[in-house]
């Protein structure tokens, strides 16, 4: 009797590492598809983020690489985030299908609210630090640089804050 107990727990379990394998392998390809996708528009996604930077530069200013590399994985690294940022929605949604079997069925209907809020307050949050709170932070910063020193953002910095 112990030995069936045993087995099924393996073969429940079993079946939810393979279940939790494939809603994995779906936000991965999610992922794979919005990062080939932007990638040629690298340039154009790299430009638009800098957008808010860039405005507040000194006249003649610019934003300089110090790294070798930093020319090519800056826009590189902004298409992952921003790939992550565009596939939010099915990583949430395959989130959500995998742990509400578990609930129960009154838990299960603040599933697709819950989702939709989400996701809709996680983009309203990116637009409300791009449009509202980045001005404010690169005005102030540029603002701030003492006398005798040159501004010049670091472009692979710039993206580490």
């Known amino acids: 009797m112990d030995a069936n107990i045993e087995s099924t727990k393996t073969s429940t379990l079993a079946t939810h590492l393979t279940e939790l394998r494939d809603r994995l392998i779906r936000v991965l390809a999610a992922l794979l598809i919005f990062t080939l996708c932007l990638m040629p528009f690298s340039q154009d996604i790299y430009s638009l983020v800098a957008g ?3 405005q507040y530069l000194p006249e003649g200013g610019s934003m300089i690489a110090t790294e070798v590399t930093s020319t090519f994985m800056a826009p590189l690294k902004l298409v992952l985030f921003a790939a992550l940022t565009l596939s939010m ?8 299908r995998f742990i509400s079997p578990g609930l129960y069925r009154n838990e299960q209907s603040f599933g697709m609210p819950l989702l939709i809020s989400s996701v809709l307050l996680f983009y309203l949050g990116i637009a409300f630090a791009f449009y509202v709170v980045f001005p404010l932070v690169f005005s102030f910063f540029s603002g701030a640089t003492p ?3 040159s501004y010049t953002p670091d472009i692979s910095l710039y993206l580490n804050c």
């Open 147 to 149: 006398e005798g020193v």
């Open 89 to 96: 929605p099915v990583f949430l949604f395959q989130l959500w």
């Open 52 to 54: 808010p930077l860039l």
